[in-house]
C-alpha cells in the first residue's frame, strides 16, 4: 500500500533528523537537500485562481486515458479517442519520423503519445487545440470536425514530405482506413447507355428521419431513382434528354466505415436549425454486401460496431461523448476527462434514441431523450488481428504490423516530455498529500520541546493546547545546543516554504492541519528572534507582498499571511535587545510603498486590519517616536474606526493609538510629500464598474467606514 510506504518513510525521516549523530551530518543534509527541491520547483505557482485550489488527483485504474475539455472542445476529444482507439491508424501516425515541432501532426503524435503512457486520468489537450487554432469556447459539428482533423494532418504530411523531397508514403494513409468510392450510376432507357461519376468519401451521411433501422436507411441511400418528365437527363452521347435510372451505389468499401447519422437538419417554417431524437436502430454486425455494385469482387464485407460518438442535447447546444469497443472487446465510455467501462446491453437505451413506453416508434414531448447516436464506427471483421497483405493504394507493409506494446513509436523527444509532465505531477501530487502535510507539520513541532534553545513558558498560556500536546509526544531530547539550532533554522526554514509555496495553494477541504500549522509557526515566531526576523525579511520583498494579499484570491489565505505577518512585526517591534532595526523599518517602508500602490485591490478586511495594527503596535512612545525620527518616516493615516476607550494603563503606555484627533506626523527624508491620495474603502454603489479578476471575486467583503489618506511618494 503506497499511503503506508509513505508513513514508514516519513517516520524514518524525522526517526534520522531526531537522532543522527553529529558526525554523520552528510546523510542528514542530503535529506534536506532532496525536501527542499521539491519547494523549489514552484511549477503550480500561479495566479490561476484554479491553482489556489490544488487537491489530490483521483488516479485512474482503468487502460484508458480521458481528455480534458478545455471548455466546449468535447467534439474534438470524441474524434481523437476514435482515432486513437484504433490501434493500426495510431501507430502509423506515431512512426511518421521528423515532425517539426511548429505542426498540428507533431501536436498529435505527443497527443497520442501522452493517452498511451499517461498515469493520470485525463491528458490536457491545450497544445493541440491552440495549434490546431480552434476556439476553446465554440461548439463545432463533430462530423465536420472529423472531415477537418483529416484534411489538416493529410496537409501536414503532405508538408513534410514535400520538404523532404522524398515521395510520401502516407500520402493515402485515410484513404487505406477510411476510403469509400462510391458510384453515381445513370441508365438511360431508351438507348442503354449508361455514365458512371466515381466520387471518393471519408464517410457517408445517413438519414434518420422516416427509418427505423440502419439497414432501411442504407436501402434508401442506394435506391433507385426514375428521372422522367421534368427531370429527364441529358444523354451525353444521344446529345437528348432522356428517362434515365439514377442512383448511387457502393463501389468500394473501406477496412473502418464511418457514418454519420443526419440528426440536424433546417426547419424553413420556424427558420431554426433543430435535431432529430427520433429512434434509430442500429446492429453490432453490419453485412454491407447488398450496398455494393453487382460486378465487386469483395469477400468481406462484413463489419462489427466499434465506435459510437453521442450527441447529447438539441442542436444549438450539446455535448458530445464516445462509447468505444477496445481490443480487449470490453466496451468504455469516453466523456472527456472521465473514462470508464461500459455495459454492452446498455448501449440500446443510450444511443438509439427516442422510443415510448409501447416501444413505438416517436416521442413523448414531455420526457424527450437528448442522448442519441450521430457517428457509427464499423470496423471490418478481423482488420485489426491479422496481417493485411494486400494493401490498397501501394501502402508500406508497416500498416499492417499488429498492435504494439506501451511505447512503441514514441519518440524520444515525445518521451522526455510525457516524462517531464508526469514528474511534475507526481511531485505535486505527493507534496499536497495530507500524509506529507503531516510529515511537514511534525518536522516543525520535533525543534519546540525539550529543546534549550526555545523557552515556551512565556506563551504557554496563549498556547495551552498545543503545547500541552507537544509535551505530551516529547518530541525531540537531544542536548547539543549548537546542532539543535541549526537543524531549527533548517526545520523553521522548509517548513514556512511548504507553508506558502504548498499548503496556502491547497484548497480547503485538503488542508486539515493548516490552523495547527499557523499556530506552530506563530509558536516558532513568539519563542525566537531569528524566524520573526527571517519572517519580515521575506516578506519586505513586493513579489512576496503581491504574492500573498494582492494575487491570491482566497480570503483565509490572506487571514494567515497577515497573522503570520503581525506576529513577527510584534516580536521585532518590542524586543529590548535588538539594537540595530534596519530591517524592521525596511520591512515598513516596503509594507506602507505595498499599499499605497495596491490599495486598490486589497480592500480585503485582513489587509486593512494587519495594516492599522501594525501603525498601532507601539506601546511605548518614546522608543517608538526615537527609532521613526531616526529613520524619517512621515506618514500621515486617519481611522474612522469607532475610537475604543482606552484604560488609564493604555492612555499612559499607548498615545500613538490612531483617532481623528490623534494622527502621528513625522518628517520624511525618504518620501516627498506632492501628492494626497485619499481613498475610501466601503460599501460601494451597486452601479460600480464590474471588475472580471479573480481577486475581485474574493474581495466581497469590505471594510466599513474607514478611510486611509497617504500623503507619500517615492522620492
Known amino acids: 500500500d503506497s499511503d503506508k510506504s509513505k508513513e514508514a518513510m516519513f517516520d524514518l525521516i524525522i526517526f534520522i533528523i531526531k537522532h543522527l549523530p553529529k558526525e554523520k551530518k552528510e546523510l542528514e543534509e542530503k535529506i534536506w537537500d532532496i525536501l527542499d527541491s521539491k519547494n523549489k520547483l514552484g511549477f503550480w505557482k500561479t495566479n490561476k485562481t484554479s491553482n489556489w485550489k490544488l487537491e489530490p488527483e483521483d488516479i485512474t485504474h482503468n487502460k484508458y486515458v480521458g481528455l480534458k475539455n478545455m471548455s466546449a472542445t468535447c ?33 498529435l503524435q505527443l497527443l497520442f503519445s501522452a493517452l498511451k503512457t499517461y498515469e493520470r486520468e485525463y491528458y490536457n489537450p491545450k497544445p493541440f487545440v491552440v495549434k490546431s487554432e480552434l476556439n476553446f469556447n465554440e461548439q463545432m459539428d463533430a462530423d465536420e470536425y472529423y472531415g477537418q482533423f483529416i484534411d489538416r494532418i493529410e496537409n501536414d504530411i503532405k508538408d513534410l514530405y514535400t520538404e523532404k523531397k522524398e515521395e510520401n508514403p502516407y500520402k493515402d494513409l485515410f484513404k487505406f482506413f477510411f476510403g469509400i468510392k462510391v458510384l453515381d450510376e445513370l441508365k438511360f432507357v431508351d438507348c442503354g447507355h449508361k455514365r458512371f461519376n466515381e466520387f471518393y468519401y471519408n464517410n457517408i451521411q445517413l438519414e434518420i428521419k422516416g427509418f427505423n433501422n440502419i439497414e432501411d436507411s442504407l436501402k434508401n441511400y442506394c435506391k433507385t431513382e426514375i428521372m422522367d418528365g421534368d427531370n429527364k437527363i441529358n444523354c451525353e452521347i444521344c446529345n437528348i434528354k432522356r428517362t434515365c435510372h439514377k442512383r448511387q451505389i457502393f463501389k468500394s468499401l473501406p477496412n473502418i466505415l464511418v457514418i454519420a447519422l443526419k440528426r440536424f437538419e433546417f426547419d424553413y417554417d420556424t ?3 433543430i435535431k432529430l431524437n427520433s429512434y434509430l436502430k442500429f446492429p453490432f454486425e453490419l453485412d454491407m454486401k447488398d450496398y455494393l455494385i453487382e460486378d465487386n469482387k469483395e469477400i468481406n464485407t462484413l463489419y462489427e460496431l466499434t465506435g459510437i460518438t453521442i450527441h ?60 442519441n447516436a450521430y457517428i457509427l464506427i464499423y470496423t471490418k471483421k478481423n482488420f485489426n488481428k491479422e496481417k493485411i497483405t494486400n494493401l490498397e493504394n501501394n501502402f508500406k507493409t508497416k ?109 480547503k477541504k485538503e488542508r486539515e492541519y493548516i490552523d495547527t500549522f499557523e499556530e506552530i509557526i506563530i509558536i516558532y515566531i513568539e519563542s525566537d528572534l531569528k524566524k520573526s526576523k527571517y519572517i519580515l525579511e521575506e516578506f519586505s520583498d513586493n513579489d512576496a507582498l503581491n504574492e500573498y494579499l494582492v494575487f491570491c484570491p482566497i480570503e483565509d489565505n490572506i487571514k ?31 509594507i506602507l510603498l505595498f499599499i499605497y500602490y495596491n490599495i486598490d485591490n486589497i480592500c480585503l478586511e485582513h489587509v486593512i486590519t494587519l495594516f492599522i495594527q501594525l501603525i498601532n503596535i507601539g506601546k511605548k512612545k518614546k522608543k517608538i517616536m526615537k527609532y521613526l525620527k531616526e529613520k524619517n518616516i512621515e506618514l500621515w493615516i486617519s481611522s474612522l474606526e469607532k475610537d475604543e476607550e482606552l484604560t488609564e494603563e493604555d492612555e499612559a503606555n499607548n498615545d500613538l493609538i490612531m483617532s481623528k484627533d490623534n494622527l502621528p506626523i513625522l518628517k520624511s527624508e525618504h518620501y516627498i510629500l506632492t501628492e494626497k491620495e485619499n481613498i475610501e474603502i466601503g460599501n460601494k454603489d451597486n452601479n460600480e464598474k464590474n471588475r472580471n479578476s479573480d481577486i475581485d471575486k474574493a474581495n466581497q467583503k469590505r471594510l466599513k467606514n474607514i478611510n486611509i489618506n497617504f500623503e507619500l511618494i517615492k522620492g
Open 75 to 107: 467534439y474534438m476529444n470524441s474524434i481523437i479517442q476514435q482515432f486513437f482507439m484504433i490501434p493500426m491508424l495510431r501507430e502509423t501516425i506515431l512512426s511518421i519520423s521528423n515532425v517539426k515541432n511548429d505542426t498540428v501532426l507533431y501536436q
Open 271 to 273: 427558420m431554426e436549425k
Open 312 to 371: 447529447d442535447g438539441m442542436a444549438d447546444f450539446g455535448h458530445y461523448y464516445d462509447l468505444i469497443k477496445a481490443p480487449d472487446d470490453n466496451w468504455y465510455k469516453f466523456n472527456d476527462q472521465k473514462v470508464k467501462k461500459f455495459d454492452i446491453d446498455e448501449i440500446p437505451k443510450e444511443a438509439f434514441g427516442e422510443q415510448n413506453l409501447e416501444g413505438k416508434i416517436g416521442k413523448d414531448e414531455d420526457e424527450e431523450k437528448e442522448n
Open 399 to 507: 500498416l499492417a504490423l499488429p498492435p504494439y506494446s506501451k511505447m512503441s513509436y514514441i519518440n524520444e523527444e515525445n518521451k522526455n516530455i510525457i516524462n517531464l509532465q508526469m514528474y511534475k505531477f507526481w511531485t505535486l501530487e505527493n507534496i499536497i498529500n495530507p500524509l506529507y502535510q503531516e510529515f511537514i507539520l511534525n518536522l516543525l513541532k520535533i525543534s519546540l520541546v525539550k529543546n534549550p534553545l526555545f523557552d515556551l513558558s512565556q506563551i504557554e498560556k496563549e498556547h495551552a493546547e498545543i503545547i500541552k500536546e507537544l509535551k505530551e509526544e516529547e518530541y525531540i531530547n537531544i542536548n547539543d545546543n549548537e546542532k539543535n539550532e541549526n537543524d531549527n533554522n533548517k526545520i523553521f526554514e522548509y517548513g514556512i516554504k511548504y507553508f506558502f509555496n504548498v499548503m496556502l495553494r491547497i484548497t
Open 560 to 590: 494567515y499571511t497577515s497573522n503570520i505577518i503581525k506576529a513577527s512585526f510584534e516580536k521585532n517591534y518590542f524586543d529590548k535587545t535588538i539594537e540595530e532595526k534596519d530591517f524592521l523599518f525596511k520591512f515598513i517602508n516596503s
